[in-house]
């Protein structure tokens, strides 16, 4: 293995190690928990991680290879290619629509599809960070994660609209039940805007 360290970052809950092939993601302390705890605690989420994110490759959703686990740490593949936060078009922003149509329709919710946590590698959308995933195929799951990737959209480009509407393009080619997620979506976002 090349052992290079490419980039190293430390987020709210992990530190990712980025090496030539593989990334290292090891879930942090916090320093707030009573330490047994937080050691459980870290150690089922570590687990669930891996466990979500090989049960939506298996799905047929492209994400990184896990090829170890081990207590608060998991390594796996590296995605060489361009975080969607940079690259966006229409054509992405419908492959996005279809992959997490897919995740969904498997019975995954992401938990935080943000720009950031997709990456586009020989021309398709590989999803990362499953650190926030859960086993949900309702409607709210699916609607909230469509909520926070319009939100994203919305904060960060001024073509919103037309990206959205390329999502939805993607999204609702593979789910036959989009309708329910987008009329979802709607009620979601009134809901913050008056809390
Ligand atoms: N498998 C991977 N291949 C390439 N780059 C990756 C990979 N995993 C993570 N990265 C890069 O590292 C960054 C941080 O990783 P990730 O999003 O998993 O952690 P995080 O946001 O700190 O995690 P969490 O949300 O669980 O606290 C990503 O935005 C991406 O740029
Ligand atoms: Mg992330």
Redesign the pocket.
């Known amino acids: 293995m090349d052992q290079r360290l490419v980039?190293a970052?430390?987020?709210?809950?992990?530190k990712?190690s980025?090496y030539a092939d593989v990334?290292i993601?090891e879930?942090v302390p916090k320093g707030y928990r009573i330490k047994a705890l937080d050691e459980k605690l870290r150690k089922e989420r570590t687990r669930l991680?891996a466990r979500i994110q090989s049960d939506a490759r298996q799905s047929g959703v492209s994400t990184?290879i896990i090829l170890d686990v081990n207590d608060y740490t998991i390594v796996?593949?590296?995605?060489?290619g361009d975080?969607v936060h940079r690259v966006i078009n229409e054509r992405i922003a419908e492959q996005v629509g279809e992959t997490l149509c897919r995740l969904h329709a498997a019975g995954i919710a992401h938990g935080?599809p943000t720009t950031?946590?997709m990456?586009v590698s020989a021309g398709r959308v590989c999803l990362?960070?499953f650190?926030?995933a859960y086993y949900d195929g309702g409607v709210e799951a699916r609607g909230v994660d469509v909520h926070v990737f319009f939100q994203t959209l919305e904060a960060m480009y001024d073509s919103a609209q037309q990206l959205k509407e390329a999502f939805l393009r993607g999204y609702a080619r593979y789910c036959s039940d989009a309708a329910l997620v987008i009329d979802r979506v709607e009620v979601i976002k009134l809901r913050g805007r008056y809390l």
């Open positions: 980039e970052t430390v987020g709210a809950e992990a990712v980025i990334v993601k879930r991680e990184p796996m593949e590296r995605i060489k975080l935080d950031r946590n990456i990362i960070d650190g926030l």
